[in-house]
Structures are given as C-alpha cells and as structure tokens.
C-alpha cells in the first residue's frame, strides 16, 4: 500500500512540475484599432503607457497581418490556425446586411463545428481556457465559446455592443446581450472594457497553479464611440470622434495594464506569453483611427486594411525590444502557442501558420511565409516575397514592391506586366483550392468597401480628416 501511495505521489509530482513548464498564454485582442493609434506604433496622441512597456519586453512585428479585413473571417482564421476561406468563412457575418441566396443566415452563421479551434488544441494540452469580451463567430447555441473548447466565457456574442449597461436590449439583437457562462444574461455594471479586464484577473488568480489561456477579445475601440468622462477628460486639446477614439484607447490600455500587473503580482510574468494585436485595420471613417503611413482602412485589402499592430512577450525564452521585419501573420498564433505548451506542430490539422518562437528567436533565419493570401468576392491578393499583387472588381490589378513602398503609392503593374500576369495566375490556383462562401453581404456593400478604399487611398487624403502628421 505505502508503495502504491509513493507511487502517486511520483507522479502527481511529475504532473506539477510539467504542468508549471508549460507556459501560461494570453492574447490581448483589441477590435478596429488604427495602426498608428499607439505610442508603440508611433502615436504621439495616444496614450498607451503600458502596451508601450509589453512592446519594450519582446518583439514588435513590423508586418504583422490578419487573414481578412473585417473582423469576423479575421476571428475564424485566427481560431483556426488557416485561411477561413478554405471551409467557406469568406465574409462577415452581420444578421440584416447579408443577401438572401446565402446557404446560412441569422444565427447560423458561425465557424464550423468540424473546424478545430486554438482552444480545443490548447485544452488537449492541459490548459484551462478562458474567453472575454467579444465573440463573434456564432450567435447560435452550437456555436458558444464554452462548446469551442472554452471552460469560461463572460462576453457578447455578436459583433458590437454599448460599453454600458442596456436598460433593454436593442430589438432584435440578442446578440448584444452580456453573458455570463451560458445562458446567463447580465448587463455589467461598469465599463465594459474594464470588466472584461477584471474577469480575466479573477480567472487568474483562481487558476494560478495550472497553466490557463486567456482570450480576451475587446470590442474597443470598436463603435458605439462611448468613453467614461474621466476618460474623455484627459484629452482636452481633442474634439469629436478622435477625442473619442482616445480616451476609448486609454480604457483599454488601462485594462491590458491592469492584466498585466496581476500577472506579475502573481510571480507569473516570466513564464507567460503575452500577445497583443487588433482584428482589422482601423475604420477611419467610424472611429477616427487612423493607419497611417499605411493607405487605406478596415474592409478593403491595402495596407490599411490588413497590416495592424503586433507584439508578442516571452521573457523566459524571448528577447525583449526587437524589431521583426519579415511579414508574420495572426495565423501564426495558434502553432506557436500550441509548440509553446508541448504539442507537436505537426499533429495540428491543415493549418496555415506556422510556430514563430523559431524565426524571433533565431534559430530560422528564413521567412516564416514566402506567399500569403487574401480573397474577398472578386477583390484578391496575392504576396509573394516582397511583392503585393491586388486585383480589384472595377479596375486594373496593381502590384507593389513592398520592401520600398510600404503606403502602396507607386503601381508597378504597368512596369513588370510579365509578374503581373504570373501572379494573376498564382491567385487563383490558390483560390482553386477554396470552398465557396457560406453566406455573402448584398451586393450593394461591395461598392462601399471600395469607395472607402478610395476615401483613403493615400497619406494625404488621410492628412486632410485628421490632425497627426504622418509618420515614415
């Protein structure tokens, strides 16, 4: 008997120790943010003290992408690890703006059941997972974060919401109701920014001694443009949607600040990867964030659209205050977390990313990706090395160098008509590959996207609705 007990002492030691090798991992995730609006990114209006610090203690990704411009194909393919266009998460999912024809509409657009999520991979790994704040992949039941691998949720599940309680909930969108595990409908009682932080704060400290995921997807600064007064306050010299943007920016700084200091409350700073990153480029034109020196914004596929602020802290392993410049994307995440608790990269099924830790490390010296891809409708690109090929529905393709053009101002289509074509080619073989959309807007918003493109085609018309110079 003493030696059976022996026994399982051993291995429950064993068990421990293993379990604290394993990283704790948390993704900060912020919803239409500009990919200037940081002081980490350049920003000398925002105030963003302790993003800047998590940026100083690892690694900046200056070409760091999502897989789509809007965010609930961007989600997907990060829930993923692939390209969402692949099991048909082509485009988003709004109830009331998508064209009747579609296979799924209302609540039953979502991703996938048979898709396998981050937090499913994680959970077979022997983490605990937590998810916050916004969700939007599935308004239906089968769709739930805590049925995708999530063993807490505390969040909306659709797309936006009010930062403040409802008095009642708007007619029509369930989907905006705050809930509190499943099923269990609560409006907060502060800033909803600032709950979701405090939630992630209490997991925590409940789930110190194991190692926990924690997936905390704001909706700031997302619209409704709603900040605190105190919050508004602190930009004096601002007016209208920026002052909005800002003090929105400062809650949630605040909050990632406030995750942050627990985790080193909690003795568990060194061993813990910490990810920060935004779903989309920034909506200029909603929220008054701004993309610069990048062109364009949220839902069309310049620079503006797709490029967006990245860090990734891990003090154990990572150096801290590096510059990385070969294009990385939100892809990547699930691999290099999945590698980073113990699992084999190569279990992982048909995923499109790849384990990071090795290039920001060193280690591999190459390009994490030679090709990337994006597809919307008829709107498509194709990068290959350095090159960026677009094709647009209403006018010539265009094709940039993008180690001498990064704000997309000199269309080499005409010069090299040759890679054009080549690259034309390329695109589509990959889009061969592709299941055709679940669900689709009307055709009406298509025009939309690219009229905002145009809007914001370049620095200067950028310059002309906002007050920061631009920054090379």
């Not at 990313?353 to 994490?368: A, E, F, Q, S």
Request: aromatic share 12%; charged share 30%.
């Amino acid at each position: 008997m003493k030696n059976i007990v022996a026994l399982l002492v051993f291995v429950l030691a064993c068990f421990s120790i293993n379990a604290q090798e394993k990283p704790n991992i948390i993704f900060l995730f912020s919803d239409d943010a500009g990919y200037a609006d940081f002081g980490f990114q350049g920003s000398t209006i925002m105030k963003t003290p302790n993003l800047d610090k998590l940026a100083k203690s690892g690694v900046t990704f200056t070409q760091g992408y999502v897989s789509a411009s809007v965010c609930g194909p961007s989600r997907a393919g990060l829930m993923s690890g692939k390209y969402q266009q692949r099991f048909g998460y082509e485009e988003i999912n709004v109830p009331g703006y998508m064209s009747e024809n579609s296979k799924f509409l209302g609540d039953d657009m979502g991703l996938p059941l048979d898709q396998v999520t981050m937090a499913d991979y994680l959970k077979n790994l022997g983490y605990t997972n937590a998810m916050y704040g916004k969700w939007h992949l599935g308004d239906a039941d089968r769709f739930h974060p805590l049925k995708r691998g999530f063993d807490e949720f505390y969040g909306f599940r659709g797309g936006d919401r009010s930062y403040f309680a409802y008095k009642e909930v708007p007619k029509g969108h369930l989907d905006k109701r705050m809930e509190n595990g499943f099923g269990n409908f609560e409006e907060p009682k502060a800033y909803a920014t600032d709950v979701f932080a405090d939630k992630a704060i209490s997991f925590m400290e409940r789930n110190k001694d194991k190692p926990f995921f924690i997936y905390l997807a704001f909706n700031a600064v997302h619209t409704p443009m709603e900040a605190t007064e105190d919050d508004l306050n602190k930009f004096p010299n601002l007016t209208g949607k920026r002052k909005e943007v800002a003090a929105m920016t400062l809650a949630l700084d605040r909050a990632c600040g406030k995750v942050l200091d627990k985790l080193k409350e909690l003795g568990l700073e060194d061993n813990t990867i910490i990810v920060f990153s935004n779903d989309n480029g920034g909506p200029t034109d909603k929220n008054a964030s701004i993309n610069l020196p990048l062109s364009g914004t949220k839902s069309n596929q310049l620079e503006g659209g797709l490029r967006v602020p990245f860090l990734i802290s891990w003090p154990k392993h990572i150096k801290s205050n590096i510059k990385y410049s070969y294009p990385v994307s939100t892809l990547d995440l699930l691999p290099t977390f999945y590698a980073a608790g113990g699992g084999n990269v190569a279990d992982l099924k048909e995923v499109d990313g790849v384990d990071l830790v090795p290039y920001i490390t060193g280690k591999n010296d190459t390009r994490p990706h030679e090709t990337l891809y994006w597809k919307k409708e008829n709107r498509g690109v194709y990068r290959e090395g350095d090159w960026k090929f677009i094709r647009f529905p209403d006018r010539p393709a265009e094709l940039y160098d993008m180690s001498k053009d990064t704000p997309e101002l000199e269309d080499l289509a005409n010069k090299y008509p040759e890679r054009v074509k080549d690259m034309y080619k390329k695109l589509f073989k990959w889009e061969l590959t592709l299941e055709r959309p679940m669900w689709m807007l009307k055709r009406k918003f298509e025009k939309n996207d690219l009229d905002r493109m145009d809007r914001y085609r370049t620095p200067e018309l950028v310059k002309k609705e906002t007050s920061e110079p631009i920054k090379n």
